[in-house]
């Protein structure tokens, strides 16, 4: 399904579409920068020079309460956090059986909140955010990143940006509505959850074995998506459908070693090397699914030239292959076209005089939905060549389904994108990361990554120092996501 936008806008997004595409290296790339002249007319959210809306002022409040309170893997607290949004929708008037904080273990708290909708026998829309945080020490930012600082107008603190954003913005429409008085069609759920950015205790796999029916939904809105921009201008709100998958493995060489004065070509490090670099050489075949078929399709009709031809000769059957070449240049695009596998992690030898007994690495590999570890796993063995090198798998995968690009979900999505930002295109992307949006689709819920929220693809500070997030974005975001809950909740009588 191809748009077309104005001419002028289209020839913006020409000139800087391949910068984004060089520049991401994932599919929501977060992050502010000063707003430019050249951006394309958006639907303004009318209110008084310098003053806030009342649920802009209740969104912003919420991402201060939630950036303040420490979740981190190592000594936070989500159960705290989780707690200080319940007693948010609670004293706004939702009943207490509605709002749950269920705890698997002391400090990882999840929050369940639930809008009563019409009986009209829909399944509920759920809406997903997790609210633990990266790990960020105070000694490598200029801020304080548990201190919600307001500054040139952004909004600075860890989790700005991934995800707290995105969970104060679900709990002020929830609020919003209920104080509005909107009747969906169907039941809303709000899920806040631990440990998305690791540790034993993920809340969304443990809801899902604990109580699958506080979220049971016909499909989730998630992060993993959002608009990007360059230099002011937005290039594209992208929805995230589908998502590689994480399978790390460690290579082991042994040796009985020696004394280094009397060195040998049998060297465990020289063999693991050699691997390495065979793995380095090797290219996985191009697989495109409908998602990533469906990137390139929009993303050709946005170029012109080299980069146009290849991406529309990337489509044909079989792939062309100087597009393939040409596409593979760029690891935004490789990373689309293939399975990918990389060494991550190195280690060898125990003294500085002795030949090597022992050398180690990890290679971790993001494969392609519906590709099988199992084949990686030979593939590695067969392009090692070496017997000598051992390889086993770190961990077990998680696989997901794509989500399906339904008219009932991108529909909603682009017309709000047109209304908001004319001229923006909605491009569906497969992310190269992982969210939590594959326990949801892997439990039969459909999951899309979308946001509304746009940031500069130069200035990506998630997990990074003085994190960020530029103030009037963030309640654009806010909007959008509040426009699209409203739109996904209810019928199309409404």
């Known amino acids: 399904m191809k748009r077309r936008f104005p001419n002028a806008h289209a020839r913006r997004i020409t000139a800087l579409y391949p910068l984004l595409l060089a520049a991401c290296g994932g599919d929501a790339p977060d992050g502010a920068g000063p707003a430019e002249s050249a951006a394309p007319a958006t639907q303004q959210i009318t209110r008084p020079a310098g003053a806030l809306l009342p649920e802009q002022r209740l969104a912003r409040d919420l991402l201060r309460e939630l950036i303040e309170i420490d979740t981190t893997q190592s000594k936070g607290d989500n159960t705290k956090a989780a707690q200080a949004m319940a007693d948010r929708l609670v004293a706004a008037g939702f009943p207490e059986e509605d709002v749950k904080v269920l705890e698997p273990v002391p400090t990882k708290g999840n929050l369940v909140a639930r809008y009563r909708g019409r009986d009209s026998g829909r ?77 034993p205790n993920n809340g969304v796999q443990w809801l899902l074995a604990n109580h699958a029916e506080l979220i049971d939904a016909e499909y989730a809105i998630n992060e993993g998506g959002g608009g990007a921009m360059k230099d002011g201008v937005r290039i594209s709100n992208n929805v995230q459908a589908s998502e590689k998958v994480y399978q790390s493995f460690n290579l082991v060489v042994t040796n009985p070693g020696g004394h280094s004065s009397l060195p040998v070509r049998d060297n465990a490090i020289y063999r693991l090397a ?45 792939p062309d292959a100087a597009a393939i070449d040409y596409l593979s240049r760029t690891p935004f695009f490789n990373s689309r076209l293939r399975t990918t596998c990389v060494a991550t992690l190195l280690s060898g030898g125990h003294a500085e005089n002795a ?138 009588s409404n």
């Open 123 to 199: 399944k509920p829309l759920l809406l997903l955010a997790h609210i633990d945080v990266v790990e960020a020490n105070p000694e490598d930012w200029t801020l304080d990143p548990f201190a919600f600082t307001e500054q040139d107008g952004y909004f600075y603190g860890r989790g700005t940006t991934d995800d707290k954003d995105e969970a104060a913005i679900h709990i002020a429409t929830l609020i919003r509505l209920k104080q509005e008085g909107f009747q969906p069609d169907r039941d809303i759920i709000v899920a806040l959850t631990a440990d998305e950015e690791g540790g």
């Open 274 to 318: 050699d691997a390495l670099g065979r793995i380095r050489d090797f290219d996985f075949p191009v697989v495109l699914n409908e998602i990533t078929r469906s990137f390139f399709e929009r993303s050709a009709s946005l170029q012109s030239g080299e980069l146009a031809a290849a991406m529309s000769g990337v489509l044909s059957e079989p």
């Open 355 to 492: 030949l090597p007994q022992r050398a180690q690495a990890t290679v971790n590999c993001r494969v392609l939905p519906g590709e099988s570890i199992d084949e990686v796993h030979k593939t590695l063995e067969t392009v090692i060549a070496d017997a000598q090198v051992g390889i086993s798998r770190v961990t077990s995968s998680n696989p997901s389904p794509p989500s399906p690009l339904t008219a009932d979900v991108l529909g909603p999505i682009e017309a709000i994108t047109e209304a908001m930002w004319p001229g923006v295109p909605v491009v569906p992307t497969m992310s190269t990361g992982a969210t939590d949006g594959l326990f949801l689709r892997n439990a039969g819920i459909p999951v899309y990554g979308v946001s509304g929220l746009f940031g500069e693809i130069e200035d990506n500070r998630a997990h990074g120092q003085n994190e960020r997030i530029r103030a009037d974005l963030f309640f654009e975001g806010q909007e959008f996501l509040y426009r699209l809950t409203k739109a996904l909740s209810q019928s199309d």
